[in-house]
């Protein structure tokens, strides 16, 4: 897949931009705080409907405008999407597939197939274990839109747990009973569908990650990277039924996959307590590869990749290994500077140099 255009407009920093994009490596440079980022941020926001920094849509209109635009054509090799996204203040935002407006979220994964590495993304091995959920939701949701529905069912049930707990307390706790039930079949219903997706999709990234990251590691490392859930799907229920006293005292829900979490092994060893920050982020990389692997497996088609800020932190061997898994995937790095090493071994690239939200010169 590609993004051709991009035409941006009171998006952030950026009063209006028109950008087109080579299908091969594309590199965004420029000063801190040009809206580099910003730029990328607007194209994933195409593959998901929403922002990689989960900001508001407030936060994202232009200061002191009142809407903001956001249009890019995507291409592959059967079909080519259109995708428009309508910002507005204090109103739902419009988005539209090939021009259809679409409802669900849902409608986008799968279609447009982005996927983003920034600088954070390379300390997932050590940030909480709800980053490493976030990212695990969303790779499942690109190769398996059904599974949003099941996250966004399962959270709000979630909630109205929490909310019958408080009102067990100031009322009748046998009144809330037949309701309580209820909710528990169902948070086990959409929990345990959740896990064994997410089991699933561990088992299909270690099938492909070990390889990447023996190759990363100079044949040092063998990776395996093990989920914990906090139930397993098959005695959820239970748990929840043993959890309830407890989980009613404190309001809160204690087991199910929204506590689950993941860890990076090389071999017995658990990367989070003694993984170095370089492998620790050559885990992150092996990572992010063996996503673009797995879209591709699945969906029979590249993702965009976005790369924000990721070469300069990458010392020159895992550039290296970056820069030779990028043949065949349309690539936008943003950087401060432009790299002599990182050039010579990108070969041919489309250079776009951005200053105070504008263009200033775009070559090939
Ligand atoms: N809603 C908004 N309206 C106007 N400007 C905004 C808005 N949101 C963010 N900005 C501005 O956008 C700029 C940041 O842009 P961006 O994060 O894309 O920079 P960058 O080029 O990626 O910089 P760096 O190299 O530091 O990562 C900041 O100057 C910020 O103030
Ligand atoms: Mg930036």
Not at 22 to 27: E, F, L, Q, R, V
Not at 160 to 186: A, C, I, P, Y
Not at 223 to 249: G, H, M, Q, T, W
Request: include cysteine; aromatic fraction near 8%; charged fraction near 35%.
């Amino acid at each position: 897949m590609q993004i051709k255009n991009l035409d941006l407009n009171n998006f952030r920093n950026i009063e209006s931009l028109s950008l087109s994009f080579d299908p091969g490596c594309n590199i965004i440079y420029g000063e801190n705080g040009q809206g580099k980022t910003n730029i990328l941020e607007s194209i994933y926001m195409c593959g998901f409907g929403k922002s990689h920094k989960n900001s508001k849509e407030r936060e994202i209109i232009r200061d002191g405008c009142e809407e903001s635009h956001i249009r890019a054509e995507f291409g592959s090799v059967i079909n080519s999407h259109r995708i428009d996204i309508h910002l507005r203040k204090n109103r739902p935002k419009g988005v539209a597939l090939d021009r259809v407006p679409i409802r669900r979220y849902g409608d986008l994964y799968g279609n447009i197939l982005v996927v983003m590495f920034s600088s954070e993304d390379l300390d997932i091995v050590k940030r909480s274990p709800s980053d490493r959920r976030k990212f695990l939701d969303m790779q499942i949701c690109q190769i398996d839109p059904i599974y949003m529905d099941h996250l966004v069912n399962y959270n709000k049930i979630l909630d109205q747990r929490r909310e019958l707990f408080k009102s067990m307390e100031e009322g009748d706790v046998h009144q809330f009973q037949d309701t309580l039930d209820l909710w528990d079949l169902q948070l086990n219903e959409y929990g345990s569908r959740i896990i064994r997706k997410r089991r699933e999709f561990i088992e299909e990234l270690n099938e492909i990650i070990f390889e990447i990251h023996y190759d990363i590691s100079g044949g040092k490392e063998k990776l395996k990277i093990v989920y914990e859930p906090s139930a397993r799907e098959d005695d959820f229920y239970e748990i929840l039924l043993k959890n309830r006293e407890r989980d009613r005292y404190y309001k809160q829900t204690h087991a199910g996959p929204h506590r689950d979490d993941l860890s990076f092994y090389d071999q017995d060893k658990d990367m989070k307590v003694y993984g170095s920050s370089g492998q620790q982020r050559s885990c992150a990389l092996s990572l992010k590869l063996a996503e673009i692997d797995i879209i591709n497996k699945i969906k029979k088609e590249k993702p965009v990749l976005l790369l924000d800020d990721v070469m300069s932190e990458l010392d020159r061997n895992r550039q290296t290994q970056l820069i030779r898994s990028l043949r065949d995937v349309q690539t936008i790095i943003t950087c401060t500077g432009m790299d002599e090493f990182i050039e010579e071994k990108l070969g041919e690239v489309r250079r776009i140099r951005i200053a105070d939200g504008r263009m200033i010169n775009s070559e090939e």
